[in-house]
């Protein structure tokens, strides 16, 4: 399939990447970057890199800011930019540019997937502005920080929030080479059960830095626990 992925952030990478390691060909959309005639090694997320270098040199992968031409051939139109500014708070205005772009040079029938944290109901507010005839997804991503390839590869199941049984089936074959079980629930509930994830993952953070400080003269070093 033909995929676009909109944001080149380490969400985005790391989907791309993987993806275009399963056979796919992607093009990797930057919002930001003036001209990314090449992309920019990020040592944050191990074996990415290696995954980038081969997509790249077997042409399954591309970087562009061309956001229109990307977008006008994709079959899948993935939105993997980030939905939090620098206070912490919600902000969809990189979104909603991504929408407007699928709603005015998407193919007829698109498969637009939200990936990440949105506010409740916004897949839904994406759907109803794109129209009835488009299918609109959101994927809840459990991608830990530094173990995103790992998770991508190894990941026990797929959680898919949408009311379309055609993007379900779409995600379903997208993925089928994983051979794990590609779930379909609710809009919404996909995007609770993202928020419940990252609220726990914090959590567990938090704990074992605070263990850590507690017991810092005898119990096994931060990077162990």
């Not at 969400?11 to 990314?36: K, M, N, Q, Y």
């Not at 530094?146 to 990941?155: K, L, M």
């Amino acid at each position: 399939m033909r995929i676009a992925v909109l944001g080149s952030g380490a969400s985005g990478l790391v989907t791309g990447a993987c993806l275009a390691e399963l056979g796919h060909e992607i093009w990797c959309v930057d919002f930001h970057a003036a001209a990314p005639d090449n992309f920019v090694l990020q040592p944050w997320e191990p074996g990415l890199n290696d995954l980038l270098l081969r997509a790249v040199n077997n042409g399954r992968i591309h970087f562009t800011t061309d956001q229109a031409g990307a977008i006008a051939d994709a079959d899948i139109i993935f939105i993997a930019v980030e939905n939090v500014n620098g206070d912490g708070n919600s902000d969809l205005s990189v979104l909603w540019n991504a929408a407007d772009l699928i709603q005015h040079h998407g193919k007829q029938r698109p498969l637009t997937v939200i990936l990440g944290d949105i506010p409740l109901g916004t897949t839904r507010s994406v759907q109803d502005s794109l129209g009835e005839a488009a299918d609109v997804a959101h994927q809840a991503e459990f991608f830990r920080p530094g173990n995103g390839v790992e998770d991508f590869f190894q990941a026990e199941q797929l959680l898919i929030g949408t009311d379309s049984p055609r993007a379900h089936q779409i995600l379903a074959i997208l993925y089928q080479s994983l051979s794990i079980p590609v779930i379909g629930v609710a809009p919404v509930e996909s995007e609770w059960t993202q928020y419940a994830a990252k609220t726990l993952r914090s959590m567990k953070h938090s704990y074992t830095q605070r263990l850590s400080r507690i017991h810092k003269n005898t119990a096994p070093s931060y990077a162990s626990l």
